[in-house]
């Protein structure tokens, strides 16, 4: 995959802003920083400055790269280029979502009122919505998509299962932003049964699937590129 800057540079800003913000913060930033929240919404764990500044700048920028990385060494690595826009759907939006979350932990520094227990499945809700509308465009891969014996197996399978894959994904992120108007308890129940529940379901789909395939092809990019 060529690097595309309209894709690379919005995650470059996520990832500046991440880091600037850590530094601006530092110096007048407590010895205890919030870097865990319980169901309620409140902090349940401290951390020091690197900690509570830094981590998850860091964990960005190391997911950030990994994920520039695994279409280089993907055997399956011809197809990335099938689907560019559903895989830097993806990127942004898992680096969008730690950028929130570091930014309210950069709020409670500064105003200490941050209403995490809304912001934070809300925030994985649009994450969830966003890798929905991505699956179904999802080509055959090693690291991306559903992957399980029969959609790499199968290419009927992969094509129908990331399809319906898409739906769930889609569907119960929209039910756990909804939730997150009702609090965090009911909307982390939504989203973590949804996706168990909808997981379970897609791999008995997918083998299903599998079973009525008269011809069983494998997908393309599930063997070695050339």
């Known amino acids: 995959m060529n690097i595309k800057w309209k894709v690379e540079v919005p995650q470059w800003i996520l990832l500046a802003a991440m880091f600037g913000a850590a530094l601006a913060a530092w110096p007048n930033a407590p010895n205890r920083i919030p870097v865990h929240w319980g169901l309620a919404g409140q ?25 520039l990385v695994l279409p280089r060494i993907d055997p399956g690595r011809a197809n990335y280029g099938r689907f560019p826009g559903a895989y830097a759907a993806i990127r942004i939006g898992v680096l ?4 929130a979350i570091h930014g309210a932990a950069l709020a409670w520094i500064w105003h200490g009122r941050v209403n995490m227990g ?3 499945p809300f925030a994985m809700g649009i994450l969830t919505i966003v890798i929905g509308g991505a699956l179904g465009k999802v080509r055959p891969n090693w690291f991306v998509g559903i992957r399980t014996p029969w959609t790499l197996s199968s290419k009927t399978s992969w094509v129908r299962t990331h399809r319906a894959g898409g739906w769930v994904f889609v569907l119960v992120g929209f039910a756990t932003v909804a939730s997150a108007f ?40 599930t063997l070695p590129a050339d």
């Open 182 to 221: 009702i609090g965090s308890r009911v909307a982390f129940f939504v989203l973590t049964t949804g996706l168990v529940g909808g997981s379970v379901g897609l791999v008995v789909y997918s083998y299903l699937v599998f079973r009525r395939d008269p011809d069983k092809l494998p997908p393309a990019g």
């Open 43 to 67: 902090p349940d764990r401290f951390g020091g400055r690197f900690e509570g500044l830094l981590l998850l700048p860091l964990v960005a920028l190391g997911l950030y790269v990994l994920m």
């Open 118 to 120: 809304f912001l934070a």
């Open 96 to 99: 969008g979502l730690l950028a």
